[in-house]
């Protein structure tokens, strides 16, 4: 079944439950003889030593539909890579680790540097425009899907309900989201986008007026999610933000692209819980503090992007505006917990929106304070228009980083 969720025109599908999975995954097999589905990992090597990463493994071992496997392995050593290579080796699926931190992709980034590209920051959304780059190189997939690697919940029903829509050739969309209810031990979940993102949302319709930008992403119910499939034609001119704006950066790309009709949400799961992120309210460049900060740049750089003009006062007037809604929010997601048998941390919620509010103003001032930055990694397109050989190199790097270090046991503490 399918609606239309508030004012933004995007199609939602509901996991009904109404017909089997594996009806869904035969016809996935059919289409992925003609339309190769690619899956990337962005991956941290302490998730390798998490909870999770195991039994995701063990679930995508059984998915037949797969074409390929792209494991971007962020923060390991020569000998940390040896062992994520034996980690994944029992995937049956041909795949690949490509080590983000090896000379040979320090070299190929230096080499990017001297064409005139600026330095990509460091974290996930360069970690997923490295792999994107190798899929582009290998030209062989038409449909590309990711999923974090800290879901504690997963099975192998998410990925398959997650790509349908994209790898559906009758189908129109181009690029599918992932939702799913943001509850686990006991506990409503989603800080961020509860928290942060929903009032803030409202808050700039309130101070700038009605934007399509902002109906669209309202639109979504759970915009944050590390869940998305796009047809892999769409990907060569996306620009995507290399910090934890990703998500965000990776709507925003769609809007402009593609437009709405373009894109669905397809709900994935009845429950899901992952690793939660510390609020490290002390620390402006870690967890959820962090993460605040560069969602709010990113969506005030799409905006200004859209013709929107910002001004101090009219930062100081969100933070207010978003202050008061968030308040108002919190009381209803107090009553949804209490009707549901769920905890929720009145006090420490608050404290959050207190900090939010917080990161809207210094996310405000960066913005203010470096108009000439450049949010967004360069894409492919360009890349391959500076030299048209980079692409080409990086498969063959990563090639070489897997022929040079040999795999050695993994075992965890």
């Known amino acids: 079944m399918a609606d239309f969720h508030q004012n933004g025109n995007i199609a939602q599908f509901h996991n009904l439950r109404t017909r089997p999975i594996e009806e869904l995954i035969y016809e996935l097999e059919t289409f992925a003889q003609t339309r190769k589905i690619t899956l990337i990992l962005p991956a941290l090597y302490s998730e390798l030593e998490g909870p999770a990463l195991s039994n995701i493994i063990a679930e995508l071992s059984k998915v037949s539909y797969l074409h390929r496997i792209i494991i971007g392995l962020d923060r390991a050593t020569e000998e940390q890579y040896r062992k994520a290579q034996s980690f994944f080796m029992d995937l049956p699926q041909d795949h690949v680790v490509l080590w983000n931190d090896s000379p040979r992709m320090k070299a190929f980034e230096a080499k990017m540097r001297d064409l005139g590209f600026t330095d990509i920051e460091l974290g996930k959304g360069k970690n997923v425009w490295t792999c994107i780059g190798y899929l582009i190189a290998c030209a062989d997939s038409s449909v590309m899907a990711i999923h974090d690697c800290d879901i504690l919940t997963y099975n192998r029903e998410m990925l398959a309900r997650l790509v349908y829509p994209v790898a559906n050739p009758s189908f129109p969309y181009q690029l599918s989201k992932g939702f799913y209810p943001r509850v686990g031990g006991g506990k ?3 800080r961020v986008t509860r928290l942060l993102v929903s009032p803030l949302l409202i808050a700039l319709k309130k ?11 309202r639109a979504f119910r759970y915009p944050l999610s590390g869940e998305f499939a796009l047809r892999v034609q769409t990907l060569p001119d996306l620009r995507i933000p290399s910090d934890w704006g990703l998500e965000i950066g990776v709507l925003s790309e769609a809007w402009r692209n593609m437009g709405p009709n373009s894109v669905c949400q397809v709900e994935i799961a009845d429950t899901y819980d992952h690793k939660h992120q510390e609020v490290s309210r002390e620390e402006a460049s870690a967890g959820l503090n962090r993460m605040s900060t560069d969602i709010c740049k990113s969506i005030f750089r799409k905006l200004a992007a859209d013709g929107t003009v910002f001004t101090p006062n009219i930062f100081r007037t969100l933070k207010a505006t978003y202050y008061r809604r968030a308040l108002d929010l ?35 001032q960066i913005f203010l304070d470096t108009p000439h930055e450049t949010p967004f990694i360069a894409n492919w397109n360009r890349v391959n228009a500076a030299d048209p050989n980079l692409l080409s190199d990086l498969k063959s790097l990563v090639a070489a980083d897997e022929r040079e270090f040999a795999p050695v046991p993994f075992a965890t503490a």
């Open 207 to 217: 101070v700038i007026g009605d934007r399509d930008y902002i109906d669209y992403l």
């Open 188 to 190: 409503l979940n989603g």
């Open 330 to 364: 919190l009381e209803v997601y107090a009553a949804d917990a209490k009707m549901n048998g769920l905890n929720i941390d009145r006090h420490a919620e608050e404290q959050t929106v207190e900090l939010f509010a917080e990161n809207i103003m210094r996310a405000g």
